[in-house]
């Protein structure tokens, strides 16, 4: 079964550098649509940053000149680079990706589990 697995969320100070990792395993014939999401305490989930169906890249104003998303196609991962870190950075970081399963099928959305980014002072 297709499986998303998220790393590289940590603790850091304010102005470091984080990667996060969100690696897709399982049968599947190929990869639409691949998001950043994060969801900050007591705040609703927000998209930062993503490939659309047709592989250009868009990111949430907010964090426009900081976020960088890549993704591998070979090893089926998708990637978020993120630099000058700030406190409101702070929250779990969720990548969601639209897979399409055999030829010819609509895609399927899966979620990754999380990967908590915390920002200190």
């Known amino acids: 079964h297709v499986q998303l697995v998220e790393s590289g969320g940590g603790l850091v100070q304010a102005g470091g550098s984080l990667r996060l990792s969100c690696e897709v395993s399982?049968?599947?014939?190929?990869?639409?649509?691949m998001r950043w999401y994060r969801q900050a305490a007591v705040k609703q989930r927000e998209l930062v940053a993503g490939?659309?169906?047709?592989?250009?890249?868009h990111y949430a104003d907010s964090v426009k000149s900081r976020f960088t998303i890549t993704r591998d196609n070979d090893k089926n991962t998708l990637y978020l680079q993120i630099n000058s870190l700030k406190t409101e950075d702070t929250a779990a970081y969720y990548c969601?990706?639209?897979?399409?399963?055999?030829?010819?099928?609509?895609?399927?959305?899966?979620w990754g589990q999380g990967t908590q980014v915390t920002v200190s002072s």
């Open positions: 490939f659309n169906r047709a592989g250009s890249q």
């Open positions: 969601n990706v639209a897979i399409i399963l055999s030829y010819g099928s609509s895609p399927t959305y899966y």
């Open positions: 399982g049968r599947i014939f190929s990869i639409n649509a």
